[in-house]
C-alpha cells in the first residue's frame, strides 16, 4: 500500500463568531473529506506535544517521523535547503534579511523598503567571501529575503541573533555555548563586512539616487545545523517519498530529509496557488513513489488574516481539488494539519490537530464527517506527530515485525 | 482484589468481507464479553507503539509490564524455557532446527523430512559438549523443533544466524559487536559439530535406509538472553501469578519472567485445545493465585489462516468457555489480544486492539459491546501495552501510593 499524507497548513482551528461558531472545517462543505471520515478513522494529534506552540518547520519534522524536541536546533537549514542551497552536516544555516543602516549601525528598515529587484547581485557581491577558515554561502530569496549558510571546522548552531527584530541597533551575536565562540565571531565579521561590501554597491549607489532605501546589510537570525537524522527514507524502511509543496522552509525541509521536492507550475505557496495542478502532480506522483506529501499553505494564511469565511471557502478549495484521486485501492490517505492557526488568534496555537486516516480494508470507527469536533472521539484517539509516519507505514503494512 | 488477564491471542482484527464487513470480534455472538463491556469499560491498546507490529514474544512481554523496546534482545530463552530448559542470566538462546544438508553444506531440507521420531536421541547426542569453555544445552521440541542454550563467560546475543531460512548455503555467523565475535565462534563450531555429530548417528542412518532426508544438523536463529529484569511478582508489588497457557513460546516467557505455569490436560496452544478445561484450571488458579493469565492462541491461528468465520467460531468458544466463572466479586477481568492478526493480511499487524475491563465497583461507560469498533471510544481512552498492569494493578488497590 502506498501512503498518500495531505497537509492543510494551519487548518486547525477554534469557533468562529463569523461562521456562527463553527470552526472553518466545520463550516466548509467538504463531501470527501467527509466521505473518507466516515469510512476511515479520525483523531486528534498533538503535532509536537500537548501544549506546544508548533513553528511549520517543527511540525513538519514530526509529521515526517523525527522528534523536534530532540533534533531541531533552528530553521537556518531549512531555509536554505527551500533556496537551493545545499546544506552539509556540520554547517550552521541563517535566514537573512536585506535591511537598511544607518552610518551607526542603526537599523532603519527592516526590510530595505522591500527591495524586489537587484538582490540577485547583491547577495553575488556578499557570496563566495572567506572568514578565518569558514567559507561563506549566501543567496537571495523572495524579495528582501535571503539565506546564509557558513562552512568550515568547529561551528556551531548555538549563537544569538544580529538581526534585532525591529528599528534599532544591530545586535552582536554571542556564543551560547563555548563550542559557539567561532560561529558567533565569524557571524558578526559576516555582518560587518556584509556593510562594507554593499553600502558601496552600484545597486545601492542608483537606489540612492532614486530615493529609495539601500539594501546595505544583511542580518541573520534562525541559526540552525541540519538535524542529525537518519534520511526519510531510512528512517521508514525504504518508503520513497516526493513532496508536492510551494512554500520554501517546507520544500527545504523536505529536501533536506531526502524527498523529492519537484517544481509545480502554478504552485505558489500561497493563496494564489493552483491547487488544482498541485493536486494532479501529487496524484502523478503516487504512480512513481510510495509516499507522497502534498501541502497546502492557503488556510494558515486567512487563519493569520483571521479570516474565517476565507479559510472556509479555501479549504472547500482543496477538498474539490483532492475528490478525483483520494480513495485509491492501493493507497492509504492521511488528511491533517501541521498545527492550528485560529482565526481568533491569527497565530499558530498549541490545540490539537484534527486527523483523518482512510484505507481499503482498514477498520472504520463512528465518526461521520471531518471535523476538529467529531475527530476529538474518533477510532484514532489522540496521537503525537511524530507517531504519525509509523502509524501509517504500519497500516500500510510496511513495518517489520518486533520480536517473534 | 485478584486479577484474571484473558488474552486472546491475534483476535483483534479489520472488516471483513465474509463477514459482512464486521471483524470478526464484532460477529461473534459473545453475551459474557459484551455484559461485561456493558457493565465495565473498553478501549484501544498498541501493544508496543502505534505502528509497531507485534511479535508473540514482544507483545507478551509488554502484556507483563515490561518495555520490550528496551528489554528484549531475542526469542530463543523464551522458545528455551518453554521446551523446560532452564535459561540464566548472561546465557545465549536460539530456536533450532533440525535439518538436512548436503556434504557441501547447502540446506535440502530445512524441517528434516518434518521428522518425528528419534529426536530425543538425536538431542541428546549434541547435548552436554563444551566448547572452548562454554557448555552446549540442546533439546529436542516437537517434530523438526530444538533449542539450544550456551552457557559460560563473555557471551552477547549479538550475533547472524546459521539458518539461510530457505534452501541454500548454511550461513557463517557473524558478530555484529565486538563483544559477540567469541559467541559467533562458538555457534559456528557447534553447527559443524552437530554435523560431524548427527550424520553418522544411528537414527539417521536407519533414515536413510528408509529412503528419508537424515536430520544431520542443528541450525540456529533467534538468538536472545534473558531480560535482565525484575520478575513479574518483584515489578508488581508481590503478585503471585500463574499462566494457563498452551503454546511453547508463551509458556516460556512466563516461566522466564517469574510465574507458575502448570500443564493443563488438553491444552495443546493449537485451535484443537480444550477451551473448557483451560478455563477451568484458570478459575481454579483463582483460589491460590492473585494473578491468573488466561491465553487462547486459537485466533491468531484463523488470522493466519484468512479464516474469519473460523475466527469468530473460536472467539465464540472462549466467551461460552469463561462465561462460568469472569464475573466474580473479588476479581477484576480484563480481556485483550496480545496483537492484531487481520485474516485480510494472515499476519500480525499494527493496528489496535480493543480492550476491556471490569470489576466490581469499578466504573463504566458508555460502551455496550465488545469490539474493535465500540473499544475505539471507551472510557480506557488508548494505552500502551507495557501501561496495562500497571493499571489493573492500580484498579485492584494493589499499587503503593507515590507521594504523600
Redesign the interface.
Known amino acids: 500500500m502506498k501512503i498518500l499524507l495531505v497537509i492543510c497548513d494551519g487548518m486547525a482551528d477554534r469557533p468562529a463568531g463569523a461562521l456562527k461558531g463553527m470552526t472553518p472545517l466545520e463550516a466548509a462543505e467538504v463531501p470527501n473529506m467527509d466521505r473518507l471520515a466516515r469510512e476511515g478513522?479520525t483523531g486528534l494529534m498533538d503535532v509536537i506535544a500537548p501544549g506546544t506552540v508548533p513553528g511549520s518547520d517543527t511540525a513538519h519534522l514530526a509529521l515526517l517521523g523525527y522528534d523536534p524536541r530532540e533534533v531541531y536546533t533552528g530553521r537556518g537549514p531549512f531555509e536554505a535547503a527551500g533556496e537551493g542551497v545545499e546544506v552539509r552536516k556540520g554547517d550552521v544555516a541563517f535566514r537573512c534579511n536585506f535591511s537598511t543602516v544607518d552610518g551607526k549601525m542603526n537599523v532603519t528598515d527592516r526590510r530595505a523598503g522591500r527591495i524586489s529587484k537587484g538582490t540577485h547581485e547583491l547577495a553575488a557581491a556578499v557570496n563566495g567571501m572567506k572568514i578565518e577558515d569558514v567559507q561563506v554561502i549566501f543567496k537571495e530569496g523572495v524579495d528582501h529575503r535571503a539565506v546564509l549558510v557558513l562552512r568550515g571546522p568547529g561551528l556551531s548552531p548555538k549563537v544569538t541573533e544580529v538581526d534585532p527584530h525591529h528599528e534599532g541597533k544591530v545586535l552582536i551575536s554571542k556564543a551560547l555555548a563555548p563550542e559557539a565562540e567561532k560561529t558567533a565571531r565569524i557571524l558578526n565579521e559576516f555582518t560587518r563586512k556584509s556593510y562594507e561590501i554593499l553600502s558601496k554597491h552600484p545597486v545601492n549607489l542608483a537606489r540612492a539616487k532614486e530615493g529609495k532605501a539601500p539594501a546595505n546589510i544583511a542580518l541573520a537570525r534562525g541559526s540552525g545545523s541540519p538535524p542529525e537524522v537518519p534520511s526519510f527514507s531510512e528512517h521508514h524502511n525504504g518508503l520513497k517519498g516526493t513532496a508536492i509543496v510551494g512554500i520554501s522552509l517546507v520544500r527545504g525541509l523536505c529536501r533536506l530529509s531526502g524527498l523529492d521536492v519537484p517544481d509545480v507550475k502554478g504552485a505558489t505557496g500561497s493563496t494564489d496557488t493552483d491547487v488544482q495542478a498541485k493536486a494532479e502532480a501529487a496524484a502523478a506522483a503516487l504512480k512513481t513513489h510510495d509516499f507522497v506529501l502534498l501541502h497546502f499553505k492557503g488556510p494558515d494564511l486567512y487563519g493569520h488574516d483571521g479570516d474565517a469565511p476565507g479559510k472556509a471557502a479555501f479549504i472547500e478549495k482543496i477538498d474539490a481539488a483532492i475528490s478525483g484521486f483520494v480513495a485509491l485501492d492501493n493507497t492509504i490517505v492521511c488528511i491533517t494539519a501541521d498545527h492550528s492557526t485560529p482565526c481568533s488568534v491569527k497565530d499558530h496555537a498549541s490545540d490539537p490537530v484534527p486527523l483523518l486516516v482512510w484505507g481499503k480494508?482498514?477498520?472504520?470507527?463512528?465518526t461521520d464527517c471531518f471535523s476538529e469536533l467529531e475527530a476529538a472521539?474518533?477510532?484514532?484517539?489522540?496521537?503525537r506527530g511524530h507517531?504519525l509516519?509509523?502509524?501509517?507505514?504500519?497500516?500500510a503494512?510496511r513495518?517489520?515485525?518486533?520480536?517473534?
Open positions: 478513522q480494508g482498514l477498520r472504520h470507527d463512528l472521539s474518533g477510532g484514532l484517539g489522540h496521537i507517531e509516519m509509523g502509524m501509517l507505514t504500519g497500516l503494512g513495518n517489520p515485525k518486533f520480536g517473534a
